[in-house]
């Protein structure tokens, strides 16, 4: 049976997630349990109480398995992977140590791929990848639209020792250079910046994205543009090609907007005025950056919907309330009457 195909449910079928501690490999362990998957998670430490979370989750008890293992162990990885149907491989360093990223991101890639073919029982790995690997390419033209078909440009980012954006793009190159040499079916999720509630007790590298202009610590915004994604959508793509027998190759995982660091922080302070939001730029010389295209079409064409960017940051400063990472505000901040957030009002005060 191809992966997906006569099912909607994961009944039966078991997984691996490795990282799935992590912000994205968490709400994927969560995802596939709703769904009635059995989860082998791989974790530094299934003892540790970062993984908690985990645990409690509905259907853990029952369903997921949390196994031991890092990166750089290939052993370990292939015992996890042994007999299982999938794959969503989501572990990777976070870090612009080159020694740090690069090396484990290309091994820990190629072990997994190893494992997911010696194993003769996974029908699909999906990889989590990263913008990271398709946007630095200073050659693009202004008005080109990024898809899946850029790559990010090697020597530029060992120029600007983007050691984060290098990394992943040599691992994503070595997973399929991996799939193609050993036969296995890969599919590769490129999400942009991850933002939304956090499952995990700790705020990882992209949540300061938003928590340092609510905190105090910046007084200036940068003059830069980002694409943002929904954790939960995020999680939701990879379910998606998992299951969707006809996915195949890379799909972008992204809003669709693109919005200057400005329009960030005026949506942040619409909704949460009682933080020290900053309102001036550090860059007050150069022109305003302007934001490029991005297209999400191949993952909407699978089905997959995205919540709106501002949703997206309202839902992580909500989550950092709930989690005493940040004061809970004095009144409650606007809200809609409906879970369907009101993008376009708040966009009315934004300038795109």
């Known amino acids: 049976m191809t992966v997906g195909e006569g099912t909607t449910t994961g009944h039966g079928l078991t997984v691996c997630v490795t990282g799935a501690g992590g912000f994205i490999g968490s709400w994927i362990v969560k995802l596939l349990l709703e769904k009635g998957y059995a989860v082998r998670g791989t974790v530094r430490n299934p003892d540790d109480a970062k993984n908690a979370h985990l645990r409690g989750l509905a259907g853990a008890a029952e369903r997921l398995t949390l196994c031991k293992a890092d990166l750089l162990d290939a052993g370990a990885l292939r015992h996890a992977i042994a007999g299982c149907h999938g794959v969503f491989h989501t572990a990777s360093p976070v870090t612009d140590d080159p020694e740090e990223m690069v090396e484990p991101a290309v091994r820990g890639t190629r072990y997994v791929m190893d494992a997911a073919a010696a194993s003769g029982t996974v029908g699909r790995v999906v990889m989590t990848s990263s913008i990271g690997a398709v946007a630095m390419d200073p050659n693009r033209a202004p008005d080109a639209v990024v898809d899946e078909s850029c790559w990010s440009d090697l020597d530029f980012c060992k120029?600007?020792?983007?050691?984060y954006c290098y990394g992943k793009t040599v691992a994503e190159r070595a997973a399929w250079e991996a799939a193609a040499e050993l036969g296995v079916d890969l599919v590769v999720v490129i999400p942009v910046l991850v933002q939304?509630?956090?499952?995990q007790p700790?705020?990882?590298?992209?949540?300061?994205?938003v928590l340092k202009y609510l905190n105090g610590s910046t007084q200036t915004y940068a003059n830069a543009v980002q694409a943002y994604v929904h954790v939960r959508d995020t999680?939701?793509?990879?379910?998606?090609?998992?299951?969707?027998?006809?996915?195949a190759g890379r799909y972008l995982c992204a809003d669709g907007a693109v919005l200057h660091r400005e329009d960030v922080v005026t949506i942040l302070r619409k909704f949460f005025p009682q933080y020290p939001i900053p309102n001036r730029c550090s860059d007050e010389v150069n022109p305003r950056k302007q934001p490029y295209k991005i297209s999400n079409q191949r993952l909407r064409d699978l089905g997959v919907e995205f919540a709106p960017a501002a949703q997206c940051l309202y839902d992580t400063v909500v989550s950092f309330q709930d989690k005493g990472i940040l004061p809970a505000a004095p009144a409650p901040p606007a809200r809609c009457n409906s879970e369907v957030f009101c993008f376009k009002e708040v966009m009315k005060h934004v300038e795109l």
């Open 159 to 163: 120029k600007t020792k983007n050691w």
């Open 202 to 209: 700790a705020v990882n590298a992209s949540l300061t994205h």
């Open 196 to 199: 939304g509630p956090a499952l």
């Open 235 to 247: 999680a939701a793509a990879h379910l998606r090609v998992f299951e969707a027998p006809s996915a």
